[in-house]
């Protein structure tokens, strides 16, 4: 991959994502060394990586689920842990006022 890329890529495409998701998980590189060698953050390189092995569980079921429908699915969840995060923030509030009125009584 090293042939493919230098150091200065400015526009990281599909294909050279590819490839260095590739290499990691080949063993051939690790994150942190990719992190250096290409001025990413590890975070970045390790979003690639899982991106691939979601897009690679879904081609290899029976029938796998169009892009469309697996990010719907994807956004579905975090709607649904955003309203539950939100609920109970919201409950905490209320318990707070409770309690700091029962202590100025």
């Known amino acids: 991959m090293r042939k493919m890329m230098d150091d200065s890529i400015k526009r990281w495409t599909a ?7 590739i290499e990691i998980i080949q063993g051939k590189t690790t994150v942190s060394e990719a992190s250096r060698s290409f001025d990413l953050t590890p975070s970045e390189i390790e979003g690639w990586v899982e991106d691939a092995k979601r897009g690679m569980e879904n081609s290899l079921r029976a029938n796998p689920l169009d892009i469309r ?22 409950a905490r509030k209320k318990l707070q006022a409770l309690l700091d009125a029962q202590d100025g009584n």
């Open 69 to 90: 429908e697996q990010y719907e699915k994807q956004l579905r969840h975090l709607q649904e842990a955003y309203g539950e995060v939100m609920l109970e923030l919201r």
């Open 15 to 21: 294909k050279r994502k590819t490839a260095l998701v």
